[in-house]
């Protein structure tokens, strides 16, 4: 019962969505991230099959798009899990007394080269996948990654690292 309440709800913000989408298109970036709800653009991005719905994609496109993200998540994946390490070792060295500006610089930029692949991957995958759509659905597309940036975590240059206790 809670799963076909959820997805109702789901449904309803997605045509919510649809119906603001061609208007945010022609709208500066501003009036767009007020068009739509950015958590909603965001599951949409993230989530292929919800995507391929949301765009009316066909069965070929809907399969590319299919291949697109699985290489996204092989390519993004284990650089994700390495981030943890990253994180620890900049922990580590800024713990360090006296911290050595050249580990801990070092360690800066591993994580921020590691978020850049990860930015990279993504913009690989937005390239293909853009390249198969047609003009409606590469403006729906557009608008859609307009509104979610919000709620988009690699905006964060350096990205996800937990703050060290004091």
Do not use: E, W
């Not at 501003?30 to 066909?58: I, V």
């Not at 798009?65 to 899990?81: E, M, S």
């Not at 070092?106 to 690989?124: P, T, Y």
């Amino acid at each position: 019962m809670k799963l076909q309440i959820r997805s109702c709800v789901l449904a309803l913000v997605c045509l919510s969505i649809a119906f603001a989408l061609p208007a945010a298109a022609a709208q500066p970036a501003s009036a767009m991230a007020a068009a739509g709800d950015s958590s909603t653009a965001y599951y949409l991005l993230h989530h292929p099959q919800a995507l391929a719905k949301f765009l009316h994609l066909s069965s070929s496109q809907a399969s590319q798009l299919a291949g697109f993200y699985k290489t996204l998540v092989q390519t993004d994946t284990p650089l994700r899990q390495a981030r943890g390490p990253l994180c620890t070792q900049l922990i580590a060295d800024l713990s360090a007394n006296p911290p050595q500006s050249s580990a801990v610089g070092a360690d800066a930029i591993n994580l921020f080269d590691n978020k850049q692949q990860i930015v990279d991957a993504r913009k690989a995958f937005d390239s293909s996948f853009s390249a198969i759509l047609t003009p409606s659905q590469l403006a729906a597309y557009q608008a859609l990654k307009q509104i979610a940036r919000d709620s988009d975590p690699d905006v964060n240059v350096i990205g996800d690292c937990p703050r060290p206790t004091s």
